[in-house]
Nanobody
Framework: QLRIVESGGGLVQPGGSLRLSCAAS????????VGWARQVPGKGREWLLA???????YSANSVKGRFTISRDNAKNTLYLQMNSLKPEDTAVYFC?????????WGQGTQVTVSS
């Protein structure tokens, strides 16, 4: 059974950094696109970054230069390194895998950027 679990969220001050982790199981992690999205109350889910099996990456303009995605196929884990955090980055962050043409999501982890 496919399972995705995010961790690493929390409270951080503006300008700070945070690293999120996403542990995946139940599918061949290295063979599928995986990525990160976020959502704030009242708004749709925003795709941020993705990494594909061939190593190519997608990055939304809103996080370019500040957020980095990486994957460790040996550990079936996806990471999101977030630097220079801003209050507007406050959201629930989700990890997803596109398996069989469908996106499977974790439960999300809250990130709050505030002084």
């Amino acid at each position: 059974q496919l399972r995705i679990v995010e961790s690493g969220g929390g409270l951080v001050q503006p300008g700070g950094s945070l690293r999120l982790s996403c542990a995946a199981s139940g599918f061949t992690f290295s063979s599928y696109p995986v990525g990160w999205a976020r959502q704030v109350p009242g708004k749709g889910r925003e795709w941020l970054l993705a990494v594909y099996p061939d190593g190519s990456k997608y990055s939304a303009n809103s996080v370019k230069g500040r957020f980095t995605i990486s994957r460790d196929n040996a550990k079936n884990t996806l990471y999101l390194q977030m630097n220079s955090l801003k209050p507007e980055d406050t959201a629930v962050y989700f990890c997803a895998a596109r398996v069989g043409g469908e996106d499977s999501w974790g439960q999300g982890t809250q990130v709050t950027v505030s002084s």
